[in-house]
């Protein structure tokens, strides 16, 4: 990597206008496709008003996720022509080691495939059935292992992590007082772990303090319990703790990255999103919690030196990780996110404040007060964005939910369409794109109706799950942007 790190971030304009600015320059592009209104309108019926199910050739812009699609660096591309490719003992494992050594500070490390995978790993190793599992908040993935292998979650977020609109700067903070109570109430033996997840993803992508890492560790500590980070999104974490832990205002992005892991007894993560590749984790500089791990991974994943992924990725991934203390890159995604938050924001739209890291939240429940949450606000919102822009956003709302055991939908604490902001992948004036047709739509909010499901799988349901809209909403929205926009796509 380049020492670039010196480089400004914000970037004043003589106008006195606040727009972030892109500190890369794009050489490798690909073609997207924006479909008129109708057959965005066929697109998303075919894909059963779900967007996970759109095909990328019907899509304009793509913010379903950041996962495995934020924009990879020269460097990243250029490592991977020289990977090591080896069953075992390959020189690409060892550089990615290296790096998790040099920038995370941890010495053992066991490859995935996935985020999601090193949850398996860690979740069947380390719970057993009446666990309890304080975290921040949950993952949808981290749930579903710590369900399976017979846990339970327990979210102790702070009173503030909920609310839409905060100017709180760490809305990821864990409470303490509830953390001390849950410690009373099961004891130590009952919990294998408490886990902490930077940029808490299904609350808006906010961060937490390192004085809030720092209290939990203590506590953890002071009871013999190990203290699991999900540093999938630790990037934008350590960005804005720069930003808005005054302690840390001229401290370096590699200083508090390495102090943030050295609270832990372990992390892992989702190259796909740290690393702006894909793969993914675990490391630990304890070595009988390594030892207890390692068996797990060549029987579901792969030898220890590729963990089932190929070792390009690998190479690309211990760049990507380099890069991950580049001031210039991690500062991106959070600068267009502010950027779109805030205008709006301003534009009196019901948006999660202040912006987070991984994407743009909206408030679903704000902008469709009239769809009920059996309905699914979040997921019809999604589907009718698409329709009047092309841009596919995700639903994190209750269809990301499950049901409690009599059939009944367990109504998510927050309804958000969720636009995100893959790494250095999109420019200002598509952003102001989707200000745009975000404003236009809430300004037609009123046609939006519900989804119902028609075809709902038990597991992790919104990933496959098929749905209707309750009435002939879209085509009215359709008829609409028609009448709007004229022949305009
Ligand atoms: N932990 C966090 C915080 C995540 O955001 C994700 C994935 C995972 C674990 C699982 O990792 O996908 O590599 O298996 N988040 C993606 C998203 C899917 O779109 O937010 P994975």
Redesign the pocket.
């Known amino acids: 990597m380049n020492d670039d790190s010196a480089f400004p971030t914000e970037v004043k304009f003589f106008s006195g206008e606040e727009i972030p600015l892109e500190l890369h320059k794009v050489r490798v592009v690909q073609k997207l496709h924006l479909r008129p209104v109708e057959e965005r309108h066929r697109a998303m019926e075919a894909a059963g008003y779900n967007t996970f199910l759109l095909h990328t050739r019907d899509l304009f812009l793509d913010m379903l ?1 950041d ?1 495995g699609t934020n924009a990879m660096s020269d460097q990243q591309i250029g490592a991977m022509m020289v990977a090591d490719d080896a069953y075992a003992g390959s020189a690409s494992f060892a550089r990615m080691q290296d790096a998790i050594r040099d920038v995370l500070g941890m010495k053992y490390v066991l490859p995935v495939h ?3 995978a090193a949850e398996n790993v860690i979740s069947k190793t380390f719970i057993k059935a009446g666990d309890v599992v304080p975290m921040n908040y949950h ?1 949808t ?2 749930k579903a292992h710590i369900d399976i292998n017979g846990g339970k979650v327990l979210e102790i977020y702070t009173d503030e992590a909920l609310k839409i609109k905060s100017a709180h700067p760490f809305k990821g903070n864990l409470d303490l007082k509830k953390l001390e109570a849950v410690i009373a109430e099961y004891g130590p033996a009952r919990i294998p772990y408490v886990r902490m ?1 930077a940029s808490t ?1 299904l609350i808006g992508g906010q961060p937490f303090s390192m004085q809030n890492l720092r209290d939990v560790r203590a506590m953890t500590r002071q009871h013999g319990i190990m203290l699991v980070l ?1 540093v ?2 630790v990037g934008e974490n350590i960005w804005f703790i720069k930003q808005r832990e005054p302690e840390f205002k001229n401290a370096s992005i590699r200083d508090i990255l390495l102090e943030f892991c050295s609270l832990s007894d372990l992390i892992y993560f ?1 190259s ?2 740290v690393s702006s590749t894909r793969g ?1 984790a675990i490391a630990t500089n304890r070595q009988d919690l390594f030892n207890r791990m390692k068996d797990l991974v060549p029987l579901y994943e792969g030898f220890l030196t590729y963990g089932g992924m190929s070792v390009r990725e690998i190479e690309a991934m211990a760049v990507g990780l380099r890069e991950t203390i580049d001031d210039t890159i991690i500062s991106q995604s959070p600068s267009f996110i502010k950027y779109l938050i805030n205008d709006l924001d301003s534009s009196g739209l019901p948006v999660v404040t202040p912006a987070g890291g991984l994407g743009a939240h909206i408030d679903a429940r704000g902008f469709l007060p009239h769809v009920p949450q059996t309905e699914y606000p979040a997921g019809a919102l999604a589907a009718a964005f698409y329709i009047a822009s092309g841009v596919r956003g995700m639903e994190r709302g209750t269809i990301s939910s499950v049901r409690d055991e009599n059939g009944n939908d367990i109504l998510a604490d927050v309804e958000l369409l969720r636009l995100a902001m893959p790494r250095r992948v999109f420019t200002l004036s598509q952003v102001k794109y989707v200000a745009d047709r975000l404003k236009w739509l809430y300004a037609n909010r009123e046609l939006i109706g519900g989804l119902k499901f028609v075809d709902e799988p038990k597991v992790l349901r919104f990933f496959l799950g098929r749905l209707t809209a309750t009435s002939d909403w879209p085509a009215k929205l359709v008829a609409k942007f028609r009448r709007d926009f004229g022949e305009s796509l």
Request: avoid cysteine.
């Open positions: 996720t996962s996935q985020g999601r993952f993935t981290t997840e993803n999900d999938s999104l989702s796909r999103k993914g």
